[in-house]
């Protein structure tokens, strides 16, 4: 069975520039999920939807960061415009439907965003 | 809500030595808890997790944790280290909330190891 994919691996650019990560969930996976890990630091929410609804974008910072999932499969993030605040690691992770038991989730490889 | 602490930010441990980490976990129902390592420039890698039953999980690369309720723990132990196992090591609570599952990271304890 496939992962979690993810890409690009790697992304560099300057502020005030603007970027887009792209994330394909398991197959059959209802649930995905976009985490930002600063260095140094746990990954943290930002974003989770289920099928192609938001369920949770509190921790999405909304002037800058966008995300969609429009036909509830594969998914983008976007920032515009990007800080310096905003290098970090973006995964992407998916699991089951999570509405009536835990699911686990299943994470991608990540993006390494680097903001000059 | 739910909260993760890891007290120990890094660890250093000599080859063949045994390894603890600590995970501290705040969240008022049955948790749902995992220990995740991501090594350099990696994904994070599930190692084990409790959902429920014997309160000793047994995980991949030869570790194991226990949950403790009465002290809202959920300890990875190894007991003889591998020069590979130095990594980033996190803990995680999951719940179900009305918006569905929700997982909680700590932290993260970095682990050194020592020839």
């Known amino acids: 069975e496939a992962g979690v994919a993810q890409s690009p691996r790697y992304k560099i650019i300057e502020k005030r520039q603007s970027v887009a990560f792209w994330c394909n969930p398991i197959s059959g996976h209802a649930t995905l999920y976009w985490y930002q890990q600063i260095l140094g630091q746990g990954p943290k929410l930002l974003i989770q939807f289920q099928n192609n609804g938001v369920v949770d974008d509190s921790q999405l910072p909304k002037d800058r960061f966008s995300a969609e999932r429009l036909k509830g499969v594969d998914s983008t993030l976007k920032i515009q415009p990007a800080k310096l605040e905003d290098s970090a690691v973006y995964l992407c992770?998916?699991?089951?439907?999570?509405?009536?038991?835990?699911?686990?989730?299943?994470f991608g490889p990540g993006t390494r965003l680097t903001v000059l | 809500a739910q909260s993760v602490t890891q007290p120990d930010i890094h660890i250093t441990v000599s080859e063949g030595a045994s390894l603890e980490l600590r995970c501290n976990y705040s969240y008022g129902a049955t948790p749902y808890l995992f220990w995740y390592v991501q090594s350099p420039g990696q994904g994070l890698q599930l190692l084990l997790k409790y959902f429920s039953g014997d309160t000793l999980v047994q995980g991949i690369k030869g570790f194991e944790a226990e949950f403790k309720r009465s002290q809202s723990s959920f300890n990875l132990r190894k007991p003889t280290v591998h020069w590979s196992d130095a990594a980033e090591y996190f803990c995680?609570?999951?719940?179900?909330?009305?918006?569905?599952?929700?997982?909680?990271f700590g932290g993260g304890t970095r682990v050194l190891v020592k020839p």
């Open positions: 995680a609570v999951g719940a179900m909330v009305a918006a569905g599952n929700k997982l909680t």
């Open positions: 992770a998916s699991s089951a439907s999570g509405l009536r038991s835990y699911n686990e989730q299943f």
